[in-house]
């Protein structure tokens, strides 16, 4: 199934596609490399993640009590992931009914594609992080890396500051840009809206706590299942990045992300994360402190742990590369099916 196959079949129902809709998808990669999150506009009106945040928090408040057993609260969990699933779908499902059947609605489904991305957000996050180290040093650091990860950053030096930011990076470059624009490519505006309610899902109540281990094992699963292929995608981009960043290594990219994804703890992560590591000829993830303890992970790549400022930056170079590529991947899937 491919979204150009949603667009026909609710075609037969009295309208016909006026475009490719990926040619919406070029257009939102474009904006949202150039606008990023538009704070000035969410600030007036609620992002639709915060929505979908909101709803979440709903059922989970109403119906994760710490009373309950918890098969009671592994089956109320999967039943929160259908019925945001089924409203995720039915919402993309009419975004594409108004984008075939009103004048203009297509701004509609290009404004939620917009909102649905995230890869400027990230590249300013981490790049605060660099300009924190230079000016401020270690603290100006640790006060940057403290938004973008989970770790306790009292805890890090400048060396593991810059890890972290490395890190987010490579692992957020699958779920902020590949793995949306994947499952939009494949399913249309219901694919990239249900891979985003998982994930913020996953990332609210898919944690291995006693209040969540039971609740969210199937928002987990399921985002495990649906960032699969995204995840290794987005080594594949960052190898080719690398082949246009200097001193960075794709050979040693690819490599690396081969043997070295399977010893990160995430089934997804170490994807990206060892194909950055690689690629920059750096040593990433090892031991680490998060606020409910120490994570003894085993080291991804050959290189050097002691990261700093310049490092970020190159990691951001290889990232915004990798980005102009997944575009131009998108750009030619829509040429090609152009004169299919």
Request: with cysteine; net charge positive.
């Given at each position: 199934?491919?979204?150009?196959?949603?667009?026909?079949?609710?075609?037969?129902?009295?309208?016909?596609?006026?475009?490719?809709?990926?040619?919406?998808?070029?257009?939102?990669?474009?904006i949202?490399?150039?606008?990023?999150?538009?704070?000035?506009?969410?600030?007036?009106?609620?992002?639709p993640?915060?929505?979908?945040?909101a709803?979440?928090?709903?059922?989970?408040d109403?119906?994760?009590?710490?009373?309950?057993?918890?098969?009671?609260?592994?089956?109320r969990?999967?039943?929160?992931?259908?019925?945001m699933?089924?409203?995720?779908?039915?919402?993309?499902?009419?975004?594409?009914?108004?984008?075939?059947?009103?004048?203009?609605?297509?701004?509609?489904?290009?404004?939620?594609?917009v909102?649905m991305?995230?890869g400027?957000?990230?590249?300013?996050a981490?790049?605060?992080?660099a300009?924190?180290?230079?000016?401020?040093?270690?603290?100006?650091?640790r006060?940057?890396?403290?938004?973008?990860?989970?770790?306790?950053?009292?805890?890090?030096?400048?060396?593991a500051?810059?890890?972290?930011?490395?890190?987010?990076?490579?692992?957020?470059?699958?779920?902020?840009?590949?793995?949306?624009?994947?499952?939009?490519?494949?399913?249309g505006?219901?694919?990239?809206?249900?891979?985003?309610?998982?994930?913020?899902?996953?990332?609210?109540i898919?944690?291995?706590?006693?209040?969540?281990?039971?609740?969210?094992?199937?928002?987990?699963?399921?985002?495990?299942?649906?960032?699969?292929?995204?995840?290794?995608?987005?080594?594949?981009f960052?190898?080719?990045?690398?082949?246009?960043?200097?001193?960075t290594?794709p050979?040693?990219?690819?490599?690396?992300?081969?043997?070295?994804?399977?010893?990160?703890?995430?089934?997804?992560?170490?994807?990206?994360?060892?194909a950055?590591?690689?690629?920059?000829g750096?040593?990433?993830a090892?031991?680490?402190?998060?606020?409910?303890?120490?994570?003894?992970?085993?080291w991804?790549?050959?290189g050097?742990?002691?990261?700093?400022?310049?490092?970020?930056?190159?990691?951001?170079?290889?990232?915004?590369v990798?980005?102009?590529?997944?575009?131009?991947?998108?750009?030619?899937?829509?040429?090609?099916?152009?004169?299919?």
């Amino acid at each position: 199934m491919s979204s150009t196959w949603i667009m026909v079949t609710l075609g037969l129902a009295g309208a016909e596609a006026r475009f490719d809709p990926l040619i919406l998808l070029l257009l939102a990669l474009a904006i949202e490399g150039y606008v990023g999150e538009a704070a000035f506009i969410f600030r007036r009106v609620k992002h639709p993640i915060a929505i979908i945040g909101a709803l979440i928090g709903f059922f989970d408040d109403k119906l994760n009590r710490d009373k309950r057993p918890e098969l009671d609260r592994a089956i109320r969990g999967a039943m929160v992931v259908l019925i945001m699933v089924s409203l995720a779908t039915a919402l993309g499902v009419g975004v594409i009914w108004l984008t075939l059947h009103a004048s203009y609605g297509w701004i509609v489904e290009l404004a939620l594609l917009v909102t649905m991305l995230a890869g400027r957000g990230l590249y300013d996050a981490v790049a605060r992080v660099a300009a924190g180290l230079e000016t401020g040093g270690l603290e100006g650091g640790r006060d940057a890396v403290r938004h973008i990860v989970g770790r306790d950053p009292n805890s890090l030096d400048a060396p593991a500051v810059g890890r972290a930011a490395i890190e987010s990076l490579a692992e957020n470059f699958s779920d902020a840009v590949v793995a949306p624009v994947f499952w939009y490519v494949l399913l249309g505006a219901p694919g990239i809206l249900v891979y985003k309610t998982v994930n913020t899902m996953d990332s609210m109540i898919g944690h291995k706590t006693p209040r969540h281990r039971a609740f969210g094992f199937t928002a987990a699963r399921l985002d495990d299942a649906l960032n699969a292929i995204p995840a290794r995608l987005s080594a594949v981009f960052i190898a080719l990045a690398a082949l246009f960043v200097p001193s960075t290594n794709p050979k040693a990219a690819l490599r690396t992300a081969w043997r070295d994804a399977g010893k990160h703890r995430s089934f997804n992560a170490g994807w990206p994360e060892a194909a950055m590591a690689g690629a920059l000829g750096l040593a990433l993830a090892g031991p680490r402190t998060y606020l409910g303890g120490v994570v003894d992970d085993h080291w991804m790549g050959d290189g050097r742990a002691r990261v700093n400022d310049r490092d970020i930056r190159r990691a951001l170079y290889v990232y915004g590369v990798a980005c102009l590529i997944v575009a131009g991947t998108v750009g030619a899937i829509a040429a090609v099916r152009l004169q299919l």
